[in-house]
């Protein structure tokens, strides 16, 4: 699961919406709330393409495939504070209710930590549940091509990127 730049504002805001229309969360001020959120969301984006880059770096260095990538990165992530790949929902959930909890802009919380998740998570889910169907996308255009060779790589890039420009999340 990933979250994408395009859909920070879509998910802060049925964040929001959800949690006022259900009682969870009392506000004067939704869209100041929104911007939180948007903010937490942002700042995990911006750490998670500093821990890409590094892991890039890394395995460029040390002469490693990019077979390890996975776990190159867990550490990396570990390292800077964040989780990421299965891990990722949790911690971006952990961050907005912390962030809910803290901020001034939120007048009163009334449901628990564990109510907020569960309110919250089926629209993170939605939102970043799209690398599956990006995937599933790519692997159907590509089936002529036989998985695990170089032009398999250099395809599969391309098409990706095609895939995520048309549905506008690069």
């Given at each position: 699961?990933?979250?994408?730049?395009?859909?920070?504002?879509?998910?802060?805001?049925?964040?929001?919406?959800t949690?006022?229309?259900?009682?969870?969360?009392e506000?004067?001020?939704?869209?100041?709330?929104?911007?939180?959120?948007?903010?937490?969301?942002?700042?995990?984006?911006?750490?998670?393409?500093?821990?890409?880059d590094?892991?890039?770096?890394l395995?460029?260095r040390?002469g490693?495939?990019?077979?390890?990538?996975?776990?190159?990165?867990?550490?990396?992530a570990?390292h800077?504070g964040?989780?990421?790949?299965?891990?990722?929902?949790?911690?971006?959930?952990?961050?907005?209710?912390?962030?809910?909890?803290?901020?001034?802009?939120?007048?009163?919380?009334?449901a628990?930590?564990?109510?907020?998740?569960?309110?919250?998570?089926?629209?993170?889910?939605?939102?970043?549940?799209?690398?599956?169907?990006?995937?599933a996308?790519?692997?159907?255009?590509?089936?002529?091509?036989?998985?695990?060779t170089?032009?398999?790589?250099?395809?599969?890039?391309?098409v990706?990127?095609?895939?995520?420009?048309?549905?506008?999340?690069?």
């Open positions: 699961m990933r979250l994408y730049g395009a859909k920070v504002g879509p998910v802060a805001q049925e964040v929001v919406r949690l006022v229309t259900s009682k969870a969360i506000t004067e001020a939704q869209r100041e709330v929104i911007a939180d959120i948007e903010a937490v969301l942002k700042s995990y984006l911006d750490t998670e393409r500093v821990v890409d590094k892991t890039r770096d395995l460029q040390t490693r495939g990019t077979s390890e990538f996975s776990r190159v990165r867990q550490q990396v570990e800077h964040i989780k990421v790949g299965d891990e990722a929902l949790d911690y971006l959930l952990d961050q907005v209710v912390e962030m809910l909890l803290h901020s001034a802009h939120v007048d009163e919380v009334f628990e930590d564990v109510e907020l998740r569960r309110k919250m998570a089926p629209i993170f889910k939605r939102y970043m549940g799209a690398d599956a169907e990006l995937e996308e790519v692997r159907a255009q590509l089936k002529h091509v036989k998985e695990g170089a032009q398999w790589d250099i395809e599969h890039a391309r990706l990127e095609a895939v995520k420009r048309r549905r506008g999340l690069s």
